[in-house]
């Protein structure tokens, strides 16, 4: 996650330059809250080292190394590996110990709409968009790939998979 950091941000794990990312990772907002960082901290410039990459890996594992289409490449991020051991604690300057088949990344793409919520399925197989919430949150809550998700249901969303609406319903696997 270091060399995905340096990458990013230069390896400033507080930055908050203005340019809609935050944090070493470079994560939007809307990835921040779909991945778990609200549990952490309101935006990931406030958050530990640590707590940045223990989203990080939550969005690995949903989106794949594409979630940092330039950083993660360059830094031979992969997905599958062992996730990195942090310390997720607020109250320290943690440091991550990672296996070397896992590396860190940084999210300066969102493979969807902003995200706020956690989706919750309406039943039947079916599940209804509400505002705040994005395809990869909505596929990583229901156990399967946003790719999956969107071929599913690409009559209902349409050609653009980074734009649903709050009242689409959405066929389930």
Request: charge should be negative; aromatic fraction near 8%; proline fraction near 5%.
């Given at each position: 996650?270091n ?16 340019n809609?990312?935050y944090?070493?990772l ?12 609200t549990?952490?901290?309101?935006s ?11 989203v ?14 330039v950083?993660?490449?360059q830094?031979?991020l992969?997905?599958?590996g062992?996730p990195a ?14 296996d ?12 969807a ?15 209804t ?7 990869g ?14 071929a ?7 050609a ?11 066929t389930?696997g």
């Amino acid at each position: 996650w270091n060399a995905v950091a340096s990458c990013e941000s230069t390896n400033d794990w507080s930055a908050n330059t203005g340019n809609g990312f935050y944090g070493g990772l470079q994560f939007t907002p809307s990835t921040w809250a779909a991945y778990g960082g609200t549990a952490y901290a309101s935006s990931a410039d406030q958050a530990t080292q640590g707590q940045q990459i223990a989203v990080a890996e939550n969005v690995l594992a949903s989106q794949g190394p594409g979630a940092w289409p330039v950083c993660g490449p360059q830094a031979g991020l992969t997905a599958g590996g062992t996730p990195a051991s942090t310390d997720t604690t607020s109250n320290s300057a943690s440091t991550a110990t990672q296996d070397s088949s896992s590396q860190d990344t940084t999210t300066s793409t969102d493979t969807a709409a902003p995200a706020a919520t956690t989706p919750v399925a309406t039943g039947g197989g079916s599940y209804t968009v509400q505002a705040g919430d994005t395809l990869g949150a909505i596929a990583a809550a229901h156990g399967t790939t946003w790719q999956d998700l969107y071929a599913a249901n690409q009559t209902t969303i349409g050609a653009d998979a980074d734009t649903i609406y709050p009242g689409q319903t959405l066929t389930i696997g």
